[in-house]
């Protein structure tokens, strides 16, 4: 079974749903210098931060997990 493909999708969506909470987080912390809110008391800007760092330690594992197959296949 190929989870090649799956594993590049994840990495992928790991990675821009990482971005998206990043862009957010930073737009809260914007906004918040002048008073208002965007996210009302759900989250706050550090907690979509370590958000983002979790997703990017998963893409981080997956490309590690993918060099290391690569390094085992034999080579020609």
Known sequence: MNL?????????????????????????KAVNWFGYTILRDTYRAGRLLEF???????VIAILLRQMREELRKPRA
């Open 52 to 58: 983002a760092t979790i997703l990017l330690i998963f």
């Open 4 to 28: 090649d493909p799956l594993n590049s999708l994840m990495s992928r969506l790991f990675f821009f749903g990482a971005l998206v909470l990043l862009i957010v987080a930073m737009l809260e």
